[in-house]
């Protein structure tokens, strides 16, 4: 069992829910952080957290598209 943040939960609700399991950096900063005009910063510090969780509880892996998008993808 592994134990997420509350932010961290609902960026991988984010990527299961999403057909191709890839979301753009707009979509997911407009998601999680609406009211802060500028969220690559606090997304890029959760996506470095989250990388080594997934990728040590599981067969899958966040790769970054030159920081644009993200993707879910099975090592």
């Known amino acids: ?3 997420l943040t509350p932010m961290q939960h609902q960026l991988m609700e984010m990527f299961f829910l ?3 399991h ?3 950096k707009t979509e997911i900063c407009d998601a ?3 009211k802060k ?3 690559s910063e606090t997304l890029y510090t959760l996506i470095k957290r989250l990388k080594p969780v997934v990728e040590q509880h599981s067969c899958l892996k966040i790769e ?3 920081s644009k ?3 879910l ?3």
């Open 73 to 75: 993808k099975v090592r």
């Open 32 to 34: 999680l952080w609406p």
């Open 64 to 66: 970054s598209d030159r």
């Open 22 to 24: 890839s979301l753009t």
């Open 37 to 39: 005009p500028d969220a």
């Open 69 to 71: 998008a993200y993707s």
């Open 18 to 20: 999403s057909p191709s």
């Open 1 to 3: 069992q592994v134990q």
